[in-house]
């Protein structure tokens, strides 16, 4: 290796960028050559001095939040193309979010509005049940006499039990219509109050708790595909209790299958 | 995802390379810190195009464009790489002196550096001071890793010439 080349890759060398064979060969060249082995003595000074005369400018104190206050715009809103919409889309997901909620604020009145009227149909229907005679269509305590005869007069079978063992008699049936369906209406005796039980087959969820109306206790459940609402003028504690007894009692063993 | 906070850890992080590098290109503390704004703010506004690399490089090379351009002086890279690339063959014949620790005194060096031209001074600015490889500084620089080298070597000789007792009283 001549001086002039080795001249040039002292700096390599110094700056560690030079591969394994140019550096064999600038090692070889600085043993023979004082000139360049005092090149580089010199390079490496200046080096030492450079690094360790504190010539490095740190940022001011204050820079840093003097550049981010001038970033916050960008910050909220990037001035990169793609998120122009941005604003326009969140205005719109607002608008959307809105509609959905409002949508279901009016789903919840009308049901609200629809549970009203169902409650309130229920009730007159026990009260219309009271007047003489309209009590029973069928007078029987047997479960298996009230039953076979809704048959025939309703398009599905209603589900009848009995829960004397529970202190709540069947007393008789009935057909009944309640939010524009019909419906088979029983009614149980607890005591000298009278239970009417409405159910039809129906997919919509009832409401769970107990509502009261004109003195009248309202409880309604789903079961299998059926809708119950249970009304009386019992304690709530009764009607609750009948309630319980009704879902947990199966369907009487003797009883065809249908 | 967090724009801001992604910005904060990867780039700001690296402020006081932006400000040691502005600062000796522009020479004083007020240029400096403009430039170094102006350059965060050309960072942020493109930082989305920013994919992963490193992120002190690629605001360093922001840092030096942001300065050239606010000069509206270009460095003139082409004229000075064929101006490296001829004066290979040297003109340095001088015979190397034995520096004397007396003249690297902190100030003299700051003053001599200072009075380097700036192609020179941040060269070496981005190699001693921010500690750059060849292949960053060829990056930040947009030169090739070979003149990289002549760059520097350019550089130290006139830094040491300026150092030397006997041409120091020159400048």
């Known amino acids: 290796m001549n ?36 090149r580089l003595r010199n390079h490496e000074q200046l080096r030492g001095a450079l690094r360790g005369a504190g010539l490095r400018h740190a940022a001011p104190a204050g820079l ?3 550049i981010a206050a001038r970033l916050p715009r960008a910050m909220v809103a990037p001035r990169r193309p793609r998120q122009r919409w941005m604003p326009a ?3 719109l997901a607002a608008l959307l979010v809105a509609a959905i909620v409002f949508a279901g604020w009016q789903t919840l009145q009308v049901r609200r509005q629809e549970q009203g009227a169902l409650v309130a149909e229920a009730v007159s229907g026990s009260l219309r049940a009271l007047q003489p005679g309209h009590l029973f269509d069928v007078r029987s305590t047997d479960q298996h006499t009230v039953k076979p005869w809704f048959d025939g007069r309703l398009d599905f079978s209603p589900v009848v039990k009995d829960l004397s063992a529970q202190g ?7 057909l009944d219509a309640l939010a524009a369906h019909r419906v088979a209406a029983l009614a149980y005796r607890r005591h000298l109050h009278v239970i009417n039980l409405f159910e039809w087959p129906s997919n919509a969820l009832a409401p769970g708790g107990m509502r009261t109306r004109d003195g ?7 079961d299998a595909g059926m809708y119950f609402v249970a009304v009386s003028d019992v304690a709530p504690a009764d009607l609750d209790a009948f309630v319980r007894a009704f879902r947990a009692t199966p369907v ?5 299958a249908r | 995802m967090g724009t801001a906070a992604a910005f904060e850890g990867e780039v700001m992080r690296h402020l006081d390379a932006a400000y040691n590098l502005a600062r000796w290109l522009t020479r004083n503390d007020a240029d400096a810190e403009d430039v170094v704004q102006e350059a965060m703010l050309r960072a942020f506004r493109f930082f989305g195009g920013f994919r992963g690399g490193d992120a002190r490089v690629w605001l360093l090379t922001i840092v030096r464009n942001t300065f050239y351009t606010q000069r509206a002086q270009t460095p003139a890279a082409g004229a000075v790489d064929e101006f490296d690339e001829a004066v290979h063959g040297g003109t340095d014949d001088d015979d190397p002196q034995a520096m004397l620790l007396r ?22 600015v981005l190699r001693e001071l921010e500690e750059c490889s060849y292949k960053e500084i060829a990056s930040i620089m947009n030169l090739k890793i070979g003149t990289v080298m002549s760059r520097l070597a350019r550089a130290r000789a006139r830094l040491e010439c300026e150092l030397t007792p006997a041409a120091g009283g020159q400048a």
């Open chain 2, 103 to 124: 003249a690297v005194d902190a100030q003299d060096l700051r003053a001599a550096l200072e009075r380097l031209p700036s192609e020179f001074r941040e060269v070496l």
């Open chain 1, 3 to 38: 001086c002039r080349d080795a001249r040039l890759l002292l700096h390599a060398w110094l700056d560690d960028e030079l591969g394994a064979a140019d550096s064999l060969a600038v090692a070889r060249h600085l043993q023979e050559c004082a000139a360049c082995a005092q």
């Open chain 1, 252 to 256: 009487a063993a003797g009883e065809p």
């Open chain 1, 89 to 91: 889309a969140a205005a």
């Open chain 1, 216 to 222: 009248y206790h309202v409880v309604q459940w789903n």
């Open chain 1, 168 to 174: 709540f008699d069947l007393i008789g049936g009935r």
């Open chain 1, 64 to 66: 840093q939040g003097r």
